[in-house]
């Protein structure tokens, strides 16, 4: 192996051409199939079709099925489900034994889980599911470490020590990576009851060693603020250079609290001023070039966290808007865990109203914020986020690429018998600078069909309007859970939309996918910026990792899947490095902090909008008349 290599979780089979037996009958055409699954594939000497198809057992074809033996490059897909079908196979002759123990997903998500340790709070063992890896030209198995938390068990530090996320001392996991090639390297430890595979004719097993894959790496990232100044670090670019573009409005500043935390919210504003912790925070106007007016800072007491507090402190900031353009955010110093106790709608219902009113929240956890150590850290993320809502530009990301990248968050609502009474879906446009051209609702519906309508009426709007911006170049970025229906109409859109004049590709983004990957380093974490092709249309992206010349002092995050759907000019390859750079320069436009976790920002914030959205509807909140600024990202 090379440092050009990534070792993936791919363990192939030792044996990639075989036959097999399947049963089949040709597809009536139902949207449903009674029987087995339905398949395109080729028999015998006939032509591609659709065929309805169940894999055999040791029982006669019945039903109008038929026998037939087929080879394993006649569908990848009908490959896998023999193969998956097996394994369950044998794990459940070697249950029998009591040699295994194991559970079966069979839903979208379809795996195999062993358990190979035990722990109070829950299970730790491996997942794993074939595959066919197009670039390998491989069938094999996807095996990565799994931990399944009991359900009476609630979330805490021992979870996630027993997830990998903490290290065993409780600290991040600095050897996330190392840790789960360990666990997979443990598959040997169950593959003998797992395997051999027979298929009447062969008798298929694994090979001993993971594929390994070229990687390369993208140019580091970097940030422009004031006065034009480039650089890597963007704390330090802002120190010096100040923000790219200054709040473009005078603001009024309401700190609220109840009385008990009244010194606290006195020390917080003092440490957001600069006056607390220069060295880590020099304050506002040092920083973002924005001078606070004490005329213009006002605070309201709060008696408890009811609605009854929340209005009051919307009726005070109306009083102070009134006649006026002034932009105004409110502070909120709350006892988090007194809300939760309360049963409190507080935070929901302030934030709702704010949407209302045209002003901006930002809240802080009382408790954490008595530590002086974590305000410290924190002082200089929340004044970040404070200037980003207020409609501050901190930094761009230098490009000449003027592409729209439109991105899609969804949610949805059930009631007490899980039923879905409510979808949701999201946008947020940003163009490849990083800059947010604007946030809006797609669409709102009880039916998910109606939201289809909906948001294909909306984001044809929306791609139009910004064609006629001057924009020949429009990204969609949908997640990885968007419904196919869905995904459908928002390709009947970019059909009608796109032209010799822009043309427009729809991506979807999986940031916990079943794909990962280790590289040739101390802790096997991949380096910032490392990508890796699997098939002509997709690819895995480290948006996290580790940096140049560096070791990892945090745990790095799992590698993004990327899935170039559509493509109106049809130049994939050309456009799916295009793509990969938008995402991962894009990630560095993320204003939740200098250094928040890092994720694919075109989807991570259209979900933050979906889910304030299905929360709102959850708690009987009223957000139809929104007069926030469509620029303003007050969800961060």
């Known amino acids: 192996m090379s440092r050009n290599d990534i070792i993936s979780n791919f363990l192939p089979l030792n044996c990639q051409n075989f036959q097999f037996n399947i049963w089949a009958k040709p597809w009536a ?16 000497d006939k032509a591609p079709a659709n065929y309805e198809i169940l894999i055999p057992n040791d029982s006669s074809p019945e039903h109008g ?18 193969l998956f079908e097996k394994l369950v196979e044998n794990a459940n002759k070697a249950k029998a034994k009591g040699q295994l123990d194991f559970e079966v997903w069979w839903g979208f998500d379809r795996h195999i889980f062993v358990q190979l340790e035990l722990t109070p709070r829950g299970r730790r063992g491996l997942a794993f599911r074939p595959e066919y890896i197009e670039k390998a030209c491989k069938f094999g198995l996807l095996i990565d ?30 050897q996330f990576y190392e840790d789960k090639f360990k666990w997979a390297k443990r598959f040997s430890e169950i593959s003998g009851k797992l395997l051999p595979i027979s298929t009447g004719t062969e008798v298929i097993s694994m090979e001993s060693e993971f594929i390994t894959m070229p990687c390369a790496e993208l140019a580091s990232r970097s940030v422009e603020v004031g006065g034009g100044a480039k650089a890597a670090d963007p704390f330090q670019a802002l120190r010096k250079n100040g923000p790219f573009q200054k709040i473009p409005r005078d603001v009024n500043f309401v700190v609220a609290f109840k009385e008990q935390n009244h010194e606290l919210a006195r020390h917080i504003w003092s440490a957001l001023q600069g006056n607390v912790f220069k060295r880590e925070f020099p304050g506002f106007q040092s920083f973002f070039k924005f001078k606070i007016e004490n005329a213009r800072v006002s605070h309201v007491t709060l008696d408890n966290y009811e609605k009854a507090q929340a209005e009051r402190i919307a009726t005070h900031i109306a009083n102070i808007k009134a006649n006026t353009n002034d932009i105004t955010i409110v502070l909120i110093v709350e006892d988090r865990e007194n809300v939760e106790e309360e049963g409190s709608n507080f935070y929901y219902e302030l934030k709702a109203l ?16 008595r530590n002086d150590e974590t305000l410290k850290w924190a002082a200089s993320s929340i004044a970040l986020q404070i200037f980003a809502k207020l409609g501050g530009i901190p930094w761009r990301i230098p490009t000449t690429r003027e592409t729209l990248v439109i991105g899609i968050g969804n949610s949805f609502v059930r009631d007490e018998s899980g039923t879905i009474t409510r979808f949701y879906a999201h946008s947020v446009c940003m163009s490849t600078d990083g800059l947010i051209r604007d946030v809006e609702l797609l669409g709102e519906a009880e039916q998910e069909a109606d939201l289809s309508v909906q948001l294909s009426r909306t984001l044809k709007t929306k791609i139009s309007e910004y064609k006629s911006q001057g924009f020949t170049s429009i990204s969609v970025h949908v997640p990885f859970k968007l419904n196919k229906d869905l995904i459908s109409a928002i390709k009947n859109v970019v059909r009608q939309e796109a032209g010799d004049k822009c043309s427009v590709l729809i991506l979807k983004i999986n940031e916990d996918s079943k794909y990962f990957g280790w590289a040739d380093t101390a802790g096997k974490a991949p380096s910032l910026g490392t990508y890796v092709h699997i098939s002509e249309r997709e690819s895995l992206l480290w948006i996290d990792g580790i940096e140049l010349g560096g070791t990892s002092q945090k745990r790095i995050g799992k590698p993004v899947h990327i899935q170039l759907l559509f493509d ?30 890092k994720s694919a920002t075109t989807i991570y914030f259209p979900r933050l909008l979906a889910d304030f959205y299905a929360e709102f509807d959850r708690r009987g909140l009223n957000v139809s008349n929104s007069k926030m600024d469509r620029g303003l990202p007050w969800f961060l």
């Open 568 to 597: 109106t000019t049809g130049k994939y390859e050309v456009n799916r490095m295009l793509a990969l750079e938008d995402i991962y320069y894009l990630s560095g436009a993320n204003w939740r902090g200098f250094r928040p976790k």
């Open 354 to 369: 704010s949407l209302a009113g045209g002003f901006l929240v930002q809240f802080l956890d009382a408790e954490k914020m």
């Open 145 to 174: 470490f799994s931990f399944r938390k009991s359900p009476e068990i609630h979330f805490s530090r021992e979870v996630l020590i027993d997830s990998l996320a903490l290290d065993k001392s409780g600290k991040a996991n600095k």
């Open 29 to 44: 055409g139902a949207k449903t199939t009674e029987y087995g699954k339905q398949y395109r594939i080729s028999i015998g």
């Open 65 to 82: 099925f038929e026998s037939f033996s087929i080879s394993s490059k006649g569908n990848e897909h009908l490959t896998n489900r023999f």
